[in-house]
């Protein structure tokens, strides 16, 4: 049925009219791609933008006579853009001599006394941008200094005034545009712009916009309706706060050019707060703004044309703001601090170098993983037995210094060659099983075959011997390649993982955030912020914000209320306080684990000494996982107690990087058997409780086995492997055990497990002891059975002694949950 509607001819010319319409999407897509790479590469390369700004800047006067940034504009271009250098020069002059033939050798005079000043200075110091300014103000002021002298006909008080404050202004000048030319002609990557960046930028704007004064369209003035376009892009774009900042800006750029439009900066000012306070209502809400500014402003005026010529230039730049492209405006916000446009260009970038680092954690994985598997494949299976070929290449070897000499070679090997191998072959099997040949039937009628019986019976013994070892040798080389193997199996793993984290984005949830701060509110407790980094069950984090909480707030209000709303056990997981009196704490919350782990330690040297050779560890998992630990070094005193004590910080630094137990039990033991010659080992018991469903993991390396209490039932759980470090290679056996609530488990070193010697049955003894235990509290356990054992003993500690005990029980809040069914939300 489903084939026939795809089938059908009106669904087929649908599917042909919207392929077109892709096809058409696509196209104008690229064109208008390759329009504006071409009007870049005209704007920019060409230089075309800096011919048009080059002309409004060299037009652009203060006070009618003044030019500051006529030599600023070529000294930037110098330095940037060497190569449009010559485009600036003839731009600059043609512009002051729009305005001015009189004055235009002064920009004449000025750019070719800096270009000389720079070039020479570059010639004794390379390129220097520091000494820029200095060449720029040293410049204008020689040649203002000049003109003003010749006009005057000598040198007063108003020639130095003018001069240096031509000079000091070009210079300043020369700063600004440092920093905002660049900004529009360097293609960089995509980046937000500082608030110095941003009010540089409207200054050489505003600059710019000087220069188109005089030019009148209808009686409009062109630079008033600029600054009111560029207003309005900024009040729309940043806001009130970026609308009056440019409105003050521009408006005191254009007064000092005039002093007539000094009301420019207070209508520019007012009507940018206004048009960022009602950007909600979009364009029409900005336009309106600077429309009501410019009419309040306007009305301070004494003549009525005056004001109606000011609302028409408000209305031309409000049409030219919603004839402004949308694509254009979004362009704009990516460099605006604050702006959903911008917030979204950051959380792409982040997201691109989150991708290419996760990929390169990928990449790293992927080569472990191969480099396992290279190493898996190049394992062999151990041999048992001789086969064949080794059957025959061993038999070579020993008739090679016996048979191949002998003068009955022909006769044994070429006229009795199945006697002769049947012979060698059980006489090496009898030298494998015996370790030599007995003086029985095989040896008498081997010596009735052959005329040199015991050379050969030696050689062979000898041949065995190498053969043995090599073959060890090559037994130990299969297993340190599946230890490597495993290992560099492990490390991808926990890369790969590592790389899925990466990836994950942290979700919005701005609705959650909002309903809990509120809940909060309406319980009375004043908060700052709520910032929610994660809402999976059973893996919450909140950070929230909240006055100095004397009274413990976080956990008696605000956690219980976070419980009822998650529904989760929620808890207070971190607290970072203020350090003033009068600031905000920071304070975690995250998810309670469905089961607690409370423990309990007795621990003694012997002969009472100060240093035991046992060491023990607690150590909390990222995972959701508890580790108790015990580990006995060889022997007594100081010297066990550094081994046995850097045996566990082996284990916590692997077990902390997240690499499954029985790799990082491995790859310790390899790094102990491996690191010295000196026979020193320790034995190591490990119990991994998961505290979401109280399951446990046992890995015993030639430990002592432990018990689970449960009520009056003990059940011991053992294993039987070597201490670490002592074999190159071991399997590690691990057990598996479903723990309850109020369960309790012991560990315990060997200088505790075995009793005194007239018991014969140390696990009955043991049990016993746990039986009859009266408390459940994990330390008193645990005093008790070191005390019962030193008892039995005769109150001698004749070994180190480590008792570790633990209680399983479930989590039960502090305080309970307070009901809030109105705010209860969705994860």
């Known amino acids: ?89 003839i731009a600059l002059i043609l512009g002051t001599m729009s305005v001015n033939l009189s004055v235009a050798w002064f920009t004449v005079s000025a750019l070719l006394v800096y270009a000389l000043i720079q070039r020479t200075s570059e010639l004794v110091l390379k390129k220097n941008t520091k000494a820029v300014f200095i060449h720029v103000f040293l410049s204008v002021w020689a040649v203002r200094f000049g003109y003003l002298t010749a006009t005057e006909g000598m040198v007063s008080e108003y020639t130095w005034m003018i001069s240096t404050a031509e000079a000091s202004l ?59 376009y ?6 729309f774009v940043g806001g009130a706060a970026i609308g009056s900042t440019v409105g003050v800006v521009t408006g005191l750029i254009l007064s000092l050019a005039n002093v007539a439009s000094l009301y420019q900066m207070s209508l520019l000012a007012f009507s940018g707060l206004l048009g960022g306070l009602l950007r909600e209502g979009k364009k029409m809400g900005v336009g309106v703004g600077l429309l009501i500014g410019t009419v309040l402003i306007s009305m301070y005026g004494d003549s009525q044309t005056l004001v109606m010529t000011s609302i028409y230039e408000t209305l031309v730049a409000i049409s030219l703001f919603l004839l402004t492209p949308k694509s254009f405006i979004e362009h704009l916000s990516r460099y605006v601090p604050g702006t959903v446009e911008h917030s979204q260009e950051q959380q792409q970038y982040m997201r691109k170098v989150r991708d290419i680092t996760a990929q390169k954690v990928e990449q790293f994985s992927d080569l472990f993983h191969t480099l396992s598997e290279s190493f898996t494949a190049m394992e062999k299976p151990k041999k048992t037995d001789f086969d064949t070929k080794d059957m025959d290449v061993f038999l070579s070897r020993v008739t090679e210094h016996t048979c191949q000499t002998c003068f009955k070679k022909e006769k044994c090997w070429a ?46 013994k000898d041949e065995l011997k190498s053969y043995e070892a090599s073959q060890q040798l090559q037994n130990q080389l299969t297993e340190s390649r599946r230890l490597v193997a495993d290992q560099l199996r492990g490390v991808s793993q926990v890369m790969d993982d590592f790389a899925k984290e990466i990836q994950r984005e942290k979700t919005t949830h701005q609705k959650q955030e909002e309903q809990i701060g509120e809940a909060i509110a309406d319980a009375g407790v004043d908060i700052d912020q709520v910032e929610i980094y994660q809402l999976d069950a059973g893996n919450i984090d909140i950070e929230i914000t909240l006055p100095k909480n004397d009274l413990n ?16 056990t929620i808890v207070v997981k971190h607290t970072e306080p203020s350090a003033s009196p009068y600031g905000h704490d920071r304070v975690s919350f995250g998810s309670a684990k469905q089961f607690v782990v409370k423990t309990g330690v007795a621990n003694a040297a012997k002969g009472g000494g100060w240093v035991s050779g046992d060491s023990y560890s607690t150590l909390p998992i990222n995972a959701g996982k508890y580790a108790l630990a015990i580990s ?35 790859s310790i033991n390899s790094v102990l058997s491996l690191r010295s010659e000196d026979e020193i080992f320790s034995t190591l018991d490990l119990t991994m409780i998961d505290l979401q469903d109280a399951s446990a993991k046992f890995l015993k390396v030639g430990s002592t086995p432990s018990f689970i209490k449960r009520g009056k039932q003990v059940k011991m759980v053992e294993s039987s492997n070597l201490p670490i470090g002592m074999l190159h290679e071991f399997d590690v056996d691990v057990v598996n055990e479903q723990l309850k609530a109020g369960d309790l488990l012991i560990l315990m070193s060997d200088g505790v497990y075995e009793g005194p010697k007239h018991i014969e049955n140390d696990e009955v003894w043991m049990k016993r002891i ?9 330390q008193e356990v645990a005093d008790v059975i070191m005390e019962r054992v030193i008892r039995e003993r005769g109150g001698h500690i004749v070994d180190d002694m480590t008792v570790m005990v633990a209680k399983v029980d479930h989590n039960l809040p502090k305080w309970a949950s307070i009901p809030t069914p109105q705010y209860a939300i969705a994860k």
């Open 1 to 89: 049925m489903s084939q026939r509607i795809l089938n059908h001819p009106s669904m087929e010319k649908r599917t042909g009219v919207g392929d077109s319409l892709q096809r058409f999407k696509d196209s104008a897509t690229n064109r208008l791609t390759k329009v504006r790479s071409w009007m870049r590469t005209v704007l920019f390369q060409w230089g075309l933008f800096i011919y048009l700004v080059g002309f409004l800047l060299g037009r652009a006067m203060i006070l009618s006579e003044m030019l500051p940034f006529v030599v600023p504009f070529f000294a930037v271009i110098w330095m940037t853009k060497r190569e449009h250098a010559k485009l600036a020069f």
């Open 170 to 228: 070009s210079a300043v000048v020369t700063m600004i545009f440092f920093q905002s030319i660049p900004l529009l002609m360097e293609r960089k990557r995509q980046r937000s712009y500082r608030n110095e960046e941003i009010i540089c930028l409207m200054i050489f704007l505003a600059s710019i916009m000087i220069g188109t004064i005089g030019w009148v369209v209808y009686g409009m003035a062109v630079e008033s309706i600029l600054a009111r």
């Open 230 to 235: 560029v207003l309005l892009l900024a009040a």
């Open 415 to 460: 006229n009795k060659f199945e006697e002769t191998y049947q012979y060698m072959e059980d006489l090496m099997q009898e030298c494998q099983d015996e370790g030599g040949v007995r003086q029985g039937r095989l040896y008498h009628d081997f010596s009735n075959h052959c005329v040199k019986p015991d050379k050969v019976i030696q050689a062979i």
């Open 553 to 568: 707030e976080s956990e008696k209000i605000v956690a219980p209320l976070l419980s009822s709303i998650l529904e989760e």
């Open 632 to 666: 006995d070094g060889m022997g007594n005193g100081e010297r066990a107690h550094i081994e046995s004590s850097e045996t566990l910080q082996l284990l916590r630094n692997v077990l902390q990087s997240g690499i499954e137990e029985t790799v990082a039990i491995k």
């Open 770 to 778: 746990i039986q009859e235990l009266k408390t459940e509290d994990p």
